[in-house]
């Protein structure tokens, strides 16, 4: 069950967000890194994936 997490938090300052709280260690990190996740997920459900440009 390994889903790619930028299927469901798609903004680039959510994405820098879930890496920094995901490399923290202790229960109250962790419970917040959860809660981010639910909150994110919730929030960008309705956005678009965003498309990379190559130069």
């Known amino acids: 069950m390994s889903k790619d997490i930028t299927n469901?938090?798609?903004t680039e300052c959510g994405l820098s967000e879930?890496?920094?709280l995901k490399a923290?260690?202790?229960f109250?990190?962790?419970l917040r890194f959860y809660w981010f996740v639910a909150i994110a997920t919730v929030?960008?459900?309705p956005k678009k994936k965003?498309?990379?440009k190559d130069n």
Request: aromatic content about 28%.
């Open 8 to 10: 469901y938090i798609k």
């Open 18 to 20: 879930y890496y920094l």
């Open 24 to 26: 923290r260690k202790g």
């Open 28 to 30: 109250f990190n962790k």
């Open 43 to 45: 929030r960008d459900l």
């Open 50 to 52: 965003p498309e990379f």
